[in-house]
Every structure is written in C-alpha cells, then in structure tokens.
C-alpha cells in the first residue's frame, strides 16, 4: 500500500464545495486512488475510484495531480448528510495493474458540515 | 437488491467464552472480506476470501481468531476464548472479485463487547 495523509478533520457550510486533499507522494504508476466515507455508525461507503484522469461520479468529484503524488475529492454542493469520515485509499497493485482488495483505512478526515 | 447482512447485530459475552458471528454477502460476490473497528480506532482489516479460500490471514489478530467461508457465500468469524480487548464493532464487506476496483459493500456490522 502507498501511505496516504490527511488533514484529520475539516468543516464546510452546507451547500458550498468541500474540497478533501490526500497526499499519496509513494503511489506508483498503476496504482489507483479509492475514497470511501464512513458515516456515524454505519459500514463504509464506496464513493469513487481514479489512476490519473479526473472522475467524477453521481455523488464527488476526483481531482489527481499530473504527478500523482496527491489528490482532491470534491463534494459539490454539501449537505448536512455529507458529515462523516472520509478515507483516501491506495491499496496497491500488482504488476498487472490490479488492485489488491484488501483496504487499508487510516484515519481519514472527519468532515463536519455546518447549516 | 438485498445487501451484505450480519448476524447477530449485537454480542455481549463473558470473558474466556467462545464467539461466532456471521456475514451473508451479495448473492454472486465472489470475494468476502472482514475488518473490525474498535472504538476510537480506524478499520482493521482482518481477513479476505476469494471463494472458499483465505489467501491472505495476515490480519488476524491471534490464533484465537479463525474464518471460514463455504458454498462460496456464507462466511463466519470465530473468535476462541474471548478477551476484554476483543471488544469492537466487526464489518463484513464484498466485492464481485477481490479487487479495490470492484466496489466493497459492507455490511451493518455486529458489535461485541466482552465483560
């Protein structure tokens, strides 16, 4: 696994961006970016996946650097649902380029989203 | 579509006895993953099955700790000889193969507290 740094907690106003930075300066070139969320005493949720192009997806945004050393997920329009722990993930790859499935969860960020 | 069940959702149990709990995945979900979280903890990954088998025990915390997965669907963690630090919140998750790439679901998990 690459080790992935996050700020341990973040606020944002409802309805503005929340803009969640990872730096993941040891990623190598197949291996690819996960985000989840763990919301208050529920099982994680998947949110979205990338290697080296922006995704984006129904529920964030993910913005790779051209150098792949970190990352930033974009929460559009938050809502005050969006409160929850976020991790950035980079699990590693084999030399395929698969990524391994087993999910290493840090810390992550825990986002506060205020009325 | 029904999602990854686990039973039973809470566990109390005296010290020193022996625990099972159990995870249904997503019908169809090749590969069965368990992590547990402790409290104030992040999530620990535990153990993986791709079908029947566990390639990977690393996680396990202890030769108290044993998996098992049949019929490649349902799996059950058992825990021999519980101890007070084997208090957590343990989450089942699937995935179609055992790949980051494919989405983990994770389950609702069961809580156990050891006295």
């Known amino acids: 696994d690459a080790k992935t740094t996050q700020p341990p907690s973040m606020d944002c106003a409802e309805g503005r961006a929340a803009n969640l930075p990872c730096n993941h300066s040891t990623i190598s070139g197949n291996e690819y970016v996960y985000w989840y969320r763990q919301i208050h005493s529920q099982g994680p949720q998947y949110i979205i996946h990338g290697l080296k192009n922006n995704e984006t997806n129904e529920m964030a945004s993910l913005i790779i650097t051209e150098d792949r050393k970190s990352s930033t997920l974009i929460l559009p329009h938050a809502t005050l649902r969006d409160t929850a722990v976020y991790y950035c993930i980079a699990p590693g790859a084999n030399a395929g380029g698969t990524s391994y499935g087993k999910l290493t969860f840090g810390q992550g960020t825990i986002l506060t989203v205020h009325p | 579509g029904a999602g990854v069940s686990q039973s039973p959702s809470n566990k109390v149990t005296e010290k020193g006895k022996d625990v099972e709990l159990r995870c249904d995945p997503i019908s169809g979900h090749t590969a069965l993953y368990w992590y547990r979280q402790s409290l104030g903890q992040g999530l620990e990954f535990l153990i993986y099955?791709?079908?029947?088998?566990?390639?990977?025990k690393s996680g396990l915390p202890s030769d108290r700790f044993s998996a098992e997965r049949t019929g490649g669907s349902v799996s059950t963690l058992t825990i021999q000889r519980t101890q007070q630090e084997d208090s957590a919140v343990y989450l089942c998750?699937?995935?179609?193969?055992?790949?980051?790439?494919?989405?983990?679901?994770f389950g609702p998990g069961t809580r156990l507290t050891v006295t």
């Open positions: 099955f791709q079908g029947n088998s566990a390639p990977d």
């Open positions: 998750a699937s995935s179609l193969v055992w790949t980051a790439y494919y989405e983990q679901y």
